[in-house]
Every structure is written in C-alpha cells, then in structure tokens.
T-cell receptor, first 111, second 112 residues
C-alpha cells in the first residue's frame, strides 16, 4: 500500500541554521509528492510539490527534490527563521485528491 | 479574508449525541474534502465532493454523513458520537480534483 514516513520531531534549531526534514515514501506507480505546513492554531497550507521524478519543488526558501531511486522527498531550507516554527507534513497522492500524509514533524526555531 | 472557514472551532459533547461541523470556502473551488487528524497528528481523508457530488468515500462509519448543499459548502454530520471520534477535523478545498491546496483551521471535537 501507499505510505509516508517522516523523521520524528520535535526538531529544534537556532535561527539561520540549515534545516533538513527527511521524508520517504512507499507507493505503487508514480505518485505526486507534497509538503504542507501547519502554523500554530491554523490549518495546513500547501508549501511545495513535485509531480515527477527529479522535479524540485520550491517556495519561501524551502526546497524538496523528488528522488525516485531513494523514494525520498526531503525538505530543506538554508537558513531558518523563528517564523518557520510549525508542523511540516509530507504527503503523496496516487489518485486525484486522495492524500496520504506522514505523521508530521514539529519544527521549533529559537532566536 | 478567510479562504476556508469552519465552525465551530471547538466542540465538546457527550457520547451518543449528534453534532454537525460546517465548512465554507470562498475561493470558488469545485472540490472540497474532510480530513481527520488523530491525537498523534496523523491525517486521513474521509470524504471528498466535487460540485456537490461525492467522489471519495473512505472507510468511515456510516454515523458520519457529509452534506454539500452547494459547491461552496461541505458540512459533516456525526450521529451517536463515540469516544474514538475525538479528533481534529479539517475541511479543505481545491480548484479541481487534484490534491487540496487550502485547509480550514480545524474543529477540535472532544467526546466525553
């Protein structure tokens, strides 16, 4: 079946540190991959996505590359800010609209 | 302006009661969804409607019944609430049948 596994949180970083949140997936066929962000007290927002192998999604300084050979879609940012503190969800979609989410990774950025 | 709104934000109720959660989106999107997030923050789709037509219906108890009076609204009615229904319920929307772009702020349901 389809599944997504993310690294356990919480992840605590200092401002301007480099961020990596690991995400690996299991899927049949060729899924689309997504990162969503949930800021405190808010709903999820789509952060970035990639629809085929070797695609790189990017937004707000965050990047993730669709790696079919390692079935991964790791989220990276070169320099995090306090305002990036949130829960990040990796997800895949193999059928229109039906997202399979990872368990979420909480990020806390300290000044 | 709020893109996807839900009411109420918090809902505390007794086992056996019937309750509804309302969702509205002002984005003009054709597709709306309900997701359930459990205590470990694991999110799972429950239902999806496209232009008032049910297109995704996951294996949820039939105590849960979605209703879409128009494409801007997707309400969730839950009968005979059980302790295990306690969770945060998120409404979401997308322009087409692709994956949701915007989620509502969530409704935290607590069943006592």
């Amino acid at each position: 079946g389809n599944s997504v596994t993310q690294m356990e949180g919480p992840v605590t970083l200092s401002e301007e540190a480099f961020l990596t949140i690991n995400c690996t997936y299991t899927a049949t066929g060729y899924p689309s991959l997504f990162w969503y962000v949930q800021y405190p007290g808010e709903g999820l927002q789509l952060l970035l996505k990639a629809t085929k192998a070797d695609d790189k999604g990017s937004n707000k300084g965050f990047e993730a590359t669709y790696r079919k050979e390692t079935t991964s879609f790791h989220l990276e940012k070169g320099s995090v800010q306090v305002s990036d503190s949130a829960v990040y969800f990796c997800a895949l979609s193999n059928q229109g609209g039906k997202l399979i989410f990872g368990q979420g990774t909480e990020l806390s950025v300290k000044p | 302006d709020t893109a996807v709104s839900q009411t109420p934000k918090y809902l505390v109720t007794q086992m056996g009661n019937d309750k509804s959660i309302k969702c509205e989106q002002n984005l003009g999107h054709d597709t709306m969804y309900w997701y359930k997030q459990d205590s470990k923050k694991f999110l799972k789709i429950m239902f999806s409607y496209n232009n008032k037509e049910l297109i995704i219906n996951e294996t949820v108890p039939n105590r849960f019944s979605p209703k879409s009076p128009d494409k801007a609204h997707l309400n969730l009615h839950i009968n005979s609430l059980e302790l295990g229904d306690s969770a945060v319920y998120f409404c979401a929307s997308s322009q087409d049948r692709g994956s949701p772009r915007y989620f509502g702020p969530g409704t935290r349901l607590t069943v006592l």
